[in-house]
């Protein structure tokens, strides 16, 4: 499991909690990406109604889950592509 936390600054107050879990499965591994968000702002509101990503970042995480997935079986090599 790998966890990370955005630090706020004065430019970017919030803060939020990120996470990566590798869970085993018979046929592969699945990843799980989540987020929470720690510290927000008076803003959240604005940010929600302006920017929809900014609460729901569910394709945000598809996206990045399909990268990882990627590059973790280019990683594997020629011999073992395709087999999981």
């Known amino acids: 499991e790998i966890i990370w936390r955005t630090v706020p600054t004065k430019l970017h107050p919030d803060s939020t909690e990120w996470a990566i879990r590798l869970v085993p499965e018979l046929d ?28 729901d970042r569910t394709e945000a995480l598809r996206q990045d889950l399909r990268r990882i997935g990627n590059t973790a079986s280019d990683a594997r090599g020629p011999a073992t592509r395709g087999a999981r």
């Not at 990843?31 to 959240?44: A, C, D, N, Y």
């Open 28 to 55: 592969g591994t699945r990843i799980e990406q989540t987020f929470r968000v720690v510290k927000g702002t008076k803003l959240e509101p604005l940010y929600a109604s302006l920017l929809p990503a900014h609460c």
